[in-house]
């Protein structure tokens, strides 16, 4: 039997997660209600008091009530609940966590979430499930549903609803995490379509030598995920052979990872191999969300819901000058790859984003602003013989590294 925290605004929402509270326990788990709300008073009875949540967060509730500042009362207990939650779970009282929430309450409840390690249950029912998901999110594994109308008493539509969230944050509480059998050295490695048959086959021969690979979509939130996980302290090396994400922050595409992107390995000061993967493109939605600043650019229709827009010889020596920069910043053995043939499928001659005055441009710049060891191929990004130098250096890096010190 596990315990499952059923957190969220009880002065509004208070029948609805009194609900799913009564589902789960039917299904044989204890529950734990949870009263982040700050207007007026509950109308069901929490197990954990709003007044007991803002004290984790040491904030005077009563006194930031008072001046009824409703967004004030959000970001306060958006800082409150998640240090709660956490320390909830480091104790070992709750074993998964469901909410149901409008804008307010998803900001409150996933901030909360997003305290927890990856694989605790979490599951968010919300009316923004449709729109920009991406920040309430973060870089965990929060389960998101559509509450399809507005959660707003309990009606056929809604119980049908929160009735399937219930079972669905019962089953995965019931599900026993997999035994970790392997203390394998663990690579984090960034993808993209354009760059999958490189990982793939730098993924096997990095298994074949003994290391465990986990692959990132460089899709603004799985560099992000990356970075974080490269932070923690868990990864011996970096495969960062899809910096894509950086054509986006520069320009402004969607799939933007911020700033800091990658910062993480010099932080750590990990071995890591870094290529110039899909720095050809910037990321759109369908078509007709591409900015009018861009039309008249060169445009490749990836998929109904992706426009990809081509770099341009300006936008690739600034990509050269920062990515040349942050990594001249690795105080680990690394080293820079560059396929000078293709950065990606279709920069490949004869293919649409084929741009050799680009590619020159990005390849110039990299020389003149990194201070890395850089090796140079007559290769495309995909070829078995670039992915296997990619993967055979890093595993040599990662080697020398782990060597013990010598008198």
């Known amino acids: 039997m596990a315990t499952i925290a059923v957190l969220g605004t009880l002065d509004s929402k208070g029948a609805e997660h009194a609900f799913v509270a009564e589902l789960i326990r039917a299904r044989g788990h204890?529950?734990?209600l949870v009263d982040v709300g700050t207007g007026a008073p509950p109308t069901v009875e929490p197990d954990i008091s709003r007044h007991e949540v803002a004290a984790a967060g040491g904030i005077p509730l009563d006194a930031l009530t008072q001046r009824r500042d409703r967004g004030e009362c959000v970001v306060a207990m958006s800082q409150a609940a998640p240090i709660l939650l956490a320390r909830l779970a480091a104790e070992g009282r709750?074993?998964?966590?469901?909410?149901?929430?409008?804008?307010g309450g998803t900001a409150i409840a996933t901030a909360a979430m997003r305290a927890l390690p990856i694989g605790f249950p979490k599951l968010m029912v919300t009316t923004m499930a449709a729109g920009n998901i991406a920040p309430y999110i973060g870089t965990k594994d929060i389960l998101v549903m559509p509450s399809i109308a507005d959660i707003a008493g309990l009606n056929r539509l809604s119980r049908l609803i929160l009735t399937r969230a219930a079972g669905a944050i019962s089953g995965m509480v019931e599900m026993a995490a997999p035994a970790i059998a392997s203390q394998r050295p663990l690579v984090v490695a960034s993808m993209f379509g354009n760059t999958t048959a490189c990982i793939q086959e730098a993924s096997r021969i990095l298994e074949d030598a003994g290391y465990e690979v986990l692959v990132f979509a460089a899709t603004g939130s799985g560099g992000k995920a990356m970075e974080s996980l490269i932070e923690s302290g868990m990864v011996a090396g970096v495969l960062d052979i899809t910096t894509t994400e950086w054509a986006d922050e520069l320009v402004g595409g969607v799939l933007r990872a911020g700033p800091e992107r990658l910062d993480a390995t010099a932080r750590a000061a990990i071995p890591a191999i870094i290529a110039p993967g899909c720095l050809d493109m910037v990321n759109f939605g369908e078509a007709s969300s591409v900015p009018p600043?861009?039309?008249?650019?060169?445009?490749?229709?990836?998929?109904?819901?992706?426009t990809l827009m081509r770099t341009t010889p300006e936008e690739c020596h600034e990509l050269g000058r920062i990515i040349g920069r942050k990594i001249s910043h690795y105080s680990a053995p690394a080293a820079l790859m560059i396929p000078r043939r293709a950065i990606s499928v279709i920069s490949a001659p004869g293919q649409p984003f084929f741009d050799a005055a680009a590619d020159l441009a990005l390849f110039e710049s990299l020389r003149q602003h990194c201070t890395l060891p850089i090796e140079e191929f007559d290769e495309e990004i995909n070829s078995p013989v670039f992915a296997r130098a990619c993967?055979?250096?890093?595993?040599?890096?990662?080697?020398?590294?782990?060597?013990?010190?010598t008198s």
Not at 94 to 103: C, N, Q, R, Y
């Open 30 to 32: 204890e529950t734990l």
């Open 94 to 103: 709750i074993d998964g966590v469901i909410s149901l929430g409008g804008g």
């Open 293 to 306: 600043q861009f039309k008249d650019r060169k445009f490749y229709v990836h998929n109904p819901q992706v």
């Open 391 to 405: 993967a055979e250096k890093l595993i040599s890096l990662m080697r020398t590294t782990a060597l013990p010190a």
